[in-house]
Nanobody, 125 residues
Framework: QIQLTESGGGSVSTGGSLTLSCAAS????????MAWFRQGEGKAREAVAG???????SYKDFAKGRFTISQDKDKNTLYLEMNSLKPEDSGMYYC???????????????????WGQGTQVTVSS
């Protein structure tokens, strides 16, 4: 069992930066794959970036070059550094986790079993 708690969201202007954090509790965190998802108002939830057990990161095309996913396993924390933010990046950002038999494909988890409650990001033009 893993509990995930996101933080770091806020309001920024176009071109600004934010770093999101996801604190995880539970013994199996270090064995899991992790990812960030987002959901804009009136839009479907979409993957942003994922990180495999070996630390390999992958990104959706819109995130490449602007976002960086990373983790500190000693602190049980996942991060998403976001730069050059655009209004279309606004939305609720969620971290997710998938158990040890996990796969990260093109920036997303195949079968995420754990979700945080989300943190809001608002980018104004």
């Amino acid at each position: 069992q893993i509990q995930l708690t996101e933080s770091g969201g806020g309001s920024v202007s176009t071109g600004g930066s934010l770093t999101l954090s996801c604190a995880a509790s539970g013994e199996s965190y270090a064995k899991n794959c992790m990812a960030w998802f987002r959901q804009g108002e009136g839009k479907a939830r979409e993957a942003v970036a994922g990180i495999a057990r070996d630390g390999t990161a992958s990104y959706k095309d819109f995130a490449k070059g602007r976002f960086t996913i990373s983790q500190d396993k000693d602190k049980n924390t996942l991060y998403l550094e976001m730069n050059s933010l655009k209004p279309e990046d606004s939305g609720m950002y969620y971290c997710a986790s998938e158990g040890p038999l996990c796969t990260v494909v093109a920036g997303t988890l195949v079968n995420p079993g754990y979700w945080g409650q989300g943190t809001q990001v608002t980018v104004s033009s």
